[in-house]
């Protein structure tokens, strides 16, 4: 009995006897006669797997399944914006590659996007950001994108602006813009400040002027002006006027200074220095005494208004905007008291007990009262 040994070499394999003995378990040979064994021995047969790493692109050249020892060259080619990095697996570095099949191997070829910049130019008047993120600026900032990003750039404008249409890799009005990052790009956003009307009107029954920067006006005008402009308004009576209050805008009657956010309306009150008012005193009933209403006849002195049946006129002038009071009393020369209450008309207010009178004289006023007394115990 004759035990057959097999023993593969190194990168090959044992798959089978052959002659007196078969398959590929252990080989007994009885020698009755002259026999013959045979032992298949074939290459072993490794797999190169290939790969790609990174954010970029490209193509590996020579994976598939090799013959023991077989020397193998892998090639790296990086697609359009894209570069090559380097090796991984069983290669490194950026140089060749070339591997001994002496087992399976994996070779990895890592790839990056090329980065291009895109430089942004924003005025002042607004602000431009963009996503992916990366650009927020309000005069010129750059960002770079890997090549081939979609880069989606929003124009907002500040308070007082409006956005004026894009320049460069962008066009239009429309406040977005998507520009391709297969190069360096630059976009330039426009912005235009925006315009009001500002209106100018005379008020009041005198005269004056109202300057505005320097300008003189004497009767009401309007014009354009922009925004965050500043305006310095100053208001002069003609001769024996006074200037009572401005409106709209300013108020006060000082100088008045503006800085514009918006359709502007400004007006000025001019009016006579001093007005004059009447007094009506009417006795209701003819069969009852008349009664007094004491009045400011000017700045220094008072008088008495008698009333009258059909109604005693009287009359008083005093600088705009004092406050009158008018006192209606029974006569002084017998005891009488009140018959009919005075009732006022044109007053301001009225005291509880109907005896007073009280106005702001701002223009022309007619006051008129009712009443009558009778003669007392």
């Not at 895109?118 to 002042?124: E, N, Y």
């Not at 005075?342 to 009225?350: I, M, R």
């Amino acid at each position: 009995m004759v035990t057959v040994t097999e023993s593969p070499a190194t990168g090959s394999s044992f798959t089978s006897w052959g002659g007196a003995c078969s398959g590929t378990g252990s080989c007994v040979v009885t020698m009755t006669q002259n026999r013959s064994v045979t032992a298949t021995f074939d290459v072993q047969m490794f797999t190169l797997t290939t790969g790609t790493t990174g954010t970029g692109s490209g193509t590996v050249g020579g994976g598939g399944t090799y013959a023991y020892g077989t020397q193998v060259t892998v090639t790296e080619a990086a697609a359009t914006g894209s570069t090559f990095t380097g090796w991984g697996g069983a290669c490194s570095g950026t140089g060749g590659c070339s591997v001994m099949m002496t087992q399976s191997r994996t070779v990895t070829a890592g790839f990056d996007l090329i980065p291009e910049t895109l430089t942004v130019t924003s005025g002042t008047g607004g602000t431009v950001t963009s996503n992916p993120g990366g650009i927020s600026c309000g005069t010129s900032c750059t960002k770079a994108y890997g090549y081939g990003t979609m880069v989606t750039l929003t124009a907002t404008p500040d308070a007082g602006h409006s956005f004026g249409g894009w320049g460069g890799a962008c066009s239009g009005m429309q406040t977005t813009c998507t520009v391709t990052m297969d190069q360096a790009r630059s976009a330039t956003a426009r912005w235009l400040t925006n315009t009001y009307t500002f209106t100018l009107s005379f008020t009041g029954d005198a005269t004056g002027t109202v300057t505005i920067d320097g300008t003189p006006y004497t009767a009401g005008t309007s014009f354009t002006v922009s925004y965050g402009q500043s305006l310095a308004l100053s208001a002069t009576p003609d001769s024996g006027y006074l200037f009572w209050t401005w409106g709209g805008a300013c108020s006060g009657n000082g100088a008045c200074n503006l800085t514009i956010s918006g359709d502007t309306s400004v007006s000025a009150e001019f009016d006579q220095s001093s007005y004059r008012y009447t007094l009506l005193a009417t006795t209701l009933d003819p069969s009852y005494f008349s009664f007094d209403v004491t009045y400011p006849v000017n700045t220094t002195s008072n008088s008495d208004c008698v009333s009258a049946t059909g109604g005693s006129s009287c009359a008083g002038s005093l600088p705009r905007g004092t406050v009158v009071t008018l006192i209606a009393h029974v006569p002084s020369l017998f005891p009488a008291v009140w018959h009919d209450v005075p009732s006022w008309t044109g007053c301001d207010a009225v005291s509880t007990d109907n005896l007073k009178c009280t106005f702001t004289l701002l223009s022309l006023r007619h006051i008129t009262v009712t009443g009558d007394t009778a003669q007392g115990p």
